[in-house]
């Protein structure tokens, strides 16, 4: 009897956002090796943002920007979106009656191991804390992308879940934050994201990299890296500036 792969079975929803706002229920996978590929070019967001501005690609932010919260973590994957807005509600009226709609426990809900939870979120409150993390850490995520605030940082450091984020700050988004879509385009810093996108983070910034151009950027990047590794190697050899190989 065959049975079915975690990715084709239907996922219980969970009920905190209507089902009709969520544009995909699986973010598309990435082709095979692509993302051990990426894993495997080091200093891997600059080079990747060389490769994107031959490309005529805009995708790079900084990590002075999206922050990474564990020191010397690094992160690829595929984009599962999630959009966040203000509550319209008065925020003590909404936490005297516990009314929550973040909905960030859907997108754990349906990512599959290996994706990224990419949050266009609000600022100044928390997108993401610590029990979420965790239960992203459980589903097999890589970690998470938040354009706002994040909190529980000691959280989702001991669990292992790295997080890039604008802000941390522990005012909590529960009676203050609605999510209203999930799997849809969203916006990061002035960069488009879509479902499936593949993403690169380590401590020097973050890479969005479209879903359809993906592998002719890796393709790139590994040449690019590889002709960087060959002038380290001829540092380290002690040949003279004059004479080392340049990169183009």
Known sequence: MNRAAPEDLPPKLTGKIAPDRIRLMRTPRPPRGLVEGFKSISDASSVISDIMDE??????????????????????????????????????????????????????????????????????????????????????EAGAIVHGGVRDVAHSRRVG??????????????????????????????????????????????????????EEVLARALEKASSEGRKCDAIDAGVSVADLPTNA
């Open 55 to 140: 490309l005529g690609m805009t995708g790079a932010i900084g990590a002075s920007v999206l922050k990474p919260t564990i020191a010397g973590s690094t992160l690829v994957g595929p984009a599962l979106t999630v959009r966040n807005i203000l509550q319209r509600e008065h925020v003590y009226e909404t936490a005297r009656e516990h009314v929550n709609r973040m909905a960030e426990f859907e997108a754990h809900n349906l990512a599959l191991p290996g994706d990224v939870v990419v949050i266009d979120g609000v600022a100044g409150i928390s997108n993401m804390g610590g029990i979420s993390a965790q239960t992203g850490k459980r589903q097999g």
């Open 161 to 214: 879940y790295p997080i890039w984020a604008t802000e941390i700050t522990p005012v909590t988004g529960k009676w203050r934050i609605e999510t209203v879509e999930i799997n849809g385009d969203i916006q990061i810093a002035g960069i488009r994201v879509s479902p499936g996108d593949i993403v690169v983070a380590d401590e020097t910034g973050v890479c969005f990299i479209p879903r359809g151009r993906a």
